[in-house]
């Protein structure tokens, strides 16, 4: 299942020195993005493309890295139209171009990710 981490990664992200902590809380936002780690997401952009990878890891400004990348991108501006991709391997996604993000997880791993839009 897909869920919207959007606000997860956000969070995550703003707390400060969030790297620096190895025992942080279990219920904390740094935590439930780490059990993120390796999971296959689903990355949209501006232009319209899609990465489809796995999280690597996120910086404090929002930037996502994906390991074993591939890119799919519309061949054509009508809709529906094919899809075109080509693998990419390591990227980096600026959040500034981030437009969506999802990530595959269980329905357990669903509700608690909610939590922290709370």
Known sequence: MDIDVEKAMEVSAAQPGSSDKSNSNSSGPVSRVRKLLFRKMLVGIKDGRFF?????????????????????RSTRRTSPSPMEQRCLGLILIPASCRTTCHVDCSIEEQLSLFKLQE
């Open 52 to 72: 489809l990878g796995t999280f690597h890891c996120i910086d404090k400004q929002g930037n996502i890295i994906l390991q074993d990348a591939v890119e799919y």
